[in-house]
C-alpha cells in the first residue's frame, strides 16, 4: 500500500492573499463546504488575528468541518497571535495551531533582526506555547527554500522536541530547483531525530513556474502533506496547484509511493466555484481545469482522439469532474430537463425557487440558440447575488449614439421595498448607468477595474463583469453581474458591488456598538 498524502488546502488563506481575491466569511463557507465534499484532509481557514472576518471564518469553519477535516488557524511565532487562534478554533472538533517565523539569512537579517539561536528560542516557545492549547501544533520554517541547511535542521528538530506534530517546509518564494528542494527534505527526514513520527509539509511556491514540481519533490523525498490551492491562487505567482498535485499523484502514485483521499471528479466544480466567487479568472489553458484542458484543435489531434482517446489524453475528463456528455438546452426544454442538468451541476432549489430560476432561464434561451453549463452556473450565480440584497436592479433602459447623448433610466428597489426611477447622463451607457444608481444608494465607491468576459462561446454569449470600486478608507470591493445585454452586466456589477461595500460597513458598525 502506498503512502497516504495529506492534502493541506490553503485557498481560503494563502489563498486569498492574491491581489483582488478577498472573500467574505460566508463566502469562504462556501468554499469550505466544497473542500469537504472533495474530502480534502486540513483546511487552513485563516489567519484569525489579522482581522475579525478572518476570526468569524475560522470559528464557522471549524463548526462546519467537524470531524470530516483539520481545521487550521495560522499565527506569527507571538503569543498574542496564538492566543486569538485558539480562541477561534475552540469551536473546531479537528483543532490545529499553525505558528513559526522565518528562517533564511534575508529572514533573520532583513525582516526579524535576530540571531540564529535567537530564532530557535522562538521556535521553542511559539510551540509549546501552542501546545498549551492544542495538542495538533504545526510549525512553519518560513523561507526554508533559502535557509542554510544545516540551521534548518537544527530548527526542525527544536520544534520535533518541542512537541511539533507537524513540520512545515515552505520554499515562500518558489526559489528552489526541484531536486535541491527533494534533498534538503531528504537531509530534514535523515538528520532529525524523531521526525519519523511526525508529518513533513511542503508548501511551495510558483514564482519560477515550478510549485507542482517541488511539491511532488518533496513528496518523493518524505513529505506526507502538501499545502496548496484551488486554481494555484495566492501571493505573487500562487501556490501549488490543488487539481496539479492531486492529479500528478493519481498518475504517478506508484513512482511516488503516494496516494490521496481526495475526489476528483470534484476538481472542476471547485475550481469554477472559487473562480466565480474570488473573480479571478483561470486560464484557459490551465492544467486540469482549463477551459482547454480536454480541448483538440489541430486536425491530427481530432483524428487521434476520435479513434482512441488516450492518444492524446493522458486524463479520462470525467475523472477531474470535466464536462463529458452534455444535455443540450434551448427554449424547447421545460422544467425536467432544467432541474436534471442544474442537478447534475450540483444545484438543488424549492419548487417555489423553480419558477424563477426556470422563468430566468426563458430568458437566457430566447437569446441564445444554446444554453451552456457556464450560463446556467452564471445564471444560479447571479440570482444568488441578489438574495438579501440592499439595493436591487429592476430595470435598466439606455440610449446612445452619435449624435445622441447617452442616458440611462434605472429602476431600483432599496431594501425597504421602495422603488426608484431615476434618471442620468454620462460619457457613456456605462458611465450613464453607474450616475443613475449614484442617485439613488446610500454610499458610493470610486471604481478601480472594470473586465467584461463572456461567460461561453458565441456573439450570443451571456456578458459577465467584474468590478472592484474603493471607499473612502481605501479598501476595495469586487462586484460581479452577469446578463445578455453588457450594459446591464455592468450595472448590475457596480450595484453588487455596492451591496458589499453597505454589509461590510454595517458590520464594522454592529462591532464597534457592540465593543462599546
Known sequence: MTRKIDIFDTTLRDGEQSPGASMNTEEKLVI??????????????????????????????????????????LTRAVDKDIDRAAEALSTAKRPRIHTGLGVSPQHLREKLRISEDECVER?????????????DVEFYAEDAGRADQKFLERVIQAAVDAGATVVNIPDTTGYQMPDDFGARIKGLADNVRGIENVTISVHTHNDLGMATALALAGVKNGATQIECTINGLGERAGNTALEEVVMAIKMHGDELDAHTGVVTQELTRASHLVSRITGMNVQANKAIVGANA????????????????????????????????????????GHAALKHRLAELGYTFSEDEYDDIYKRFLEIADQKKEVYDE???????????????VY?????????????????????????GAQHVVCA????????????????????????????????RGIDALGEV???????????????????????????????????????????????????
Open 425 to 456: 447622463t454620462g460619457t457613456g451607457p456605462v458611465d450613464a448607468a453607474y450616475k443613475a444608481i449614484d442617485e439613488v444608494v446610500a454610499i458610493h465607491g470610486d471604481l478601480q477595474e472594470f473586465a467584461v468576459k463572456a461567460v461561453t
Open 123 to 135: 521556535a521553542i516557545h511559539c510551540v509549546k506555547y501552542a501546545k498549551r492549547y492544542v495538542e
Open 392 to 416: 436591487t436592479l429592476d430595470a435598466l433602459q439606455v440610449t446612445c449614439g452619435d449624435p445622441l447623448v447617452p442616458t440611462a433610466t434605472a429602476t431600483i428597489t432599496d431594501e425597504v
Open 32 to 73: 469550505a463546504q466544497q473542500l469537504l465534499r472533495m474530502h480534502v484532509d486540513v483546511i487552513e481557514a485563516g489567519f484569525p488575528i489579522s482581522s475579525p472576518g478572518d476570526f468569524r471564518s475560522v470559528q464557522e469553519i471549524g463548526r462546519l468541518a467537524g470531524d470530516d477535516a483539520v481545521v487550521v488557524g
Open 375 to 389: 450560463d446556467l452556473e452564471s445564471m444560479v450565480q447571479e440570482r444568488q447575488r441578489e438574495v438579501s440584497a
Open 294 to 333: 480536454f480541448a483538440h484543435s489541430s486536425g491530427i489531434h481530432q483524428d487521434g482522439v476520435l479513434k482512441a482517446r488516450d492518444t492524446y489524453e493522458i486524463i479520462n475528463p470525467e475523472d477531474v469532474g470535466a464536462a463529458g456528455s452534455e444535455i443540450i438546452l434551448s427554449a424547447r426544454s
Open 466 to 516: 467584474t468590478v472592484r470600486i474603493q471607499a473612502d478608507d481605501g479598501r476595495v470591493f469586487t462586484g460581479r453581474g452577469s446578463d445578455n445585454d453588457i450594459v446591464v452586466s455592468s450595472a448590475k456589477a457596480y450595484v453588487n458591488a455596492i451591496n458589499r461595500m453597505i454589509s461590510t460597513q454595517r458590520s464594522r458598525e454592529d462591532k464597534g456598538a457592540q465593543a462599546r
